[in-house]
């Protein structure tokens, strides 16, 4: 006989926050921080394809007529099967794991965190085309949402949700629209002469529209421009 024993656990209460996280990501990195911190990691999502890759050429080479069926139906099928269940592993493991980085961080410093609605994205994914890669673009970032959102809940850490239209194409500092390129994924502002990487300025958007969404005003009551030094930590996701 087996005696199970459940506890409720209450939820922290949530803080205010006094300042933000800002969070992008795209298929290849994800990167979050504020002003100064600039934290840049590589997603799952290449990883985990190079399994669905392996799965795709052994189908395609056991597929031919000149294979027995049983020779298919057992060890090969069984061998198709652990490639997708490890591409899926690799994503839920980099999401769990990548949630829990930022919300510990936010919690530490006691911010609060804005990441982009990723909902109208992925429903515009969903109704292209469907390859392996798109797939598990879609796995990789509807599974992100979810972890975060429920590590902030769990850790009582502030969120919220912000568009994502224009975070990459809208000057952090003045607000102008129309961005010029200058180098590969580096954009300027052509206005007040801001120049950073475009993850960088889709981070420092989405920090500052979660900011006006929760009424915050760091620094004197006035987003502040970017002067200080970042601190970067540019290692892989591993």
């Known amino acids: 006989m087996i005696l199970w024993i ?15 996280i800002g969070v992008d990501v795209n298929e290849k990195k994800i990167v979050y921080g504020d002003e100064i911190i600039n934290i ?5 999502i290449n990883k985990a394809y ?33 490639y997708h269940e490890k591409a899926r592993n690799i994503l839920n493991d980099w999401t ?3 949630s829990l980085e930022i919300i510990k961080l936010a919690k530490d410093l006691r911010y609060g965190v804005s990441r982009e609605d990723l909902t109208n994205l992925i429903r515009s994914l969903r109704e292209l085309p469907k390859d392996h890669k798109r797939k598990l673009i879609i796995m990789g970032y509807s599974r992100f949402e ?3 959102d429920w590590q902030a809940d769990k850790h009582g850490v502030p969120y919220v949700k912000v568009d994502p239209n224009g975070t990459s194409s809208e000057c952090p500092k003045c607000n102008y629209k129309g961005l010029e390129e200058v180098g590969y994924r580096r954009l300027r502002c052509p206005r007040c002469g801001f120049e950073a990487d475009r993850d960088v300025i889709g981070k420092l958007n989405v920090r500052k529209r979660g900011l006006r969404k929760l009424g915050i005003y760091p620094r004197g009551g ?4 970017l002067t200080a030094p970042q601190m970067t930590d540019v290692a892989p996701n591993r």
């Open 6 to 20: 459940s506890k409720r656990i209450p939820k922290p209460k949530m803080y205010v926050p006094i300042d933000v």
């Open 40 to 44: 840049e990691k590589d997603t799952a």
């Open 50 to 82: 190079r399994y669905i890759k392996l799965a795709e050429d052994l189908q395609r080479k056991y597929s031919s007529s000149r294979y027995l069926v049983w020779r298919r139906r057992r060890g090969i099928l069984r061998r198709i099967r652990s």
């Open 96 to 98: 769990r794991k990548i």
């Open 146 to 148: 979810r972890w975060i």
């Open 222 to 225: 006035a987003l502040t421009p």
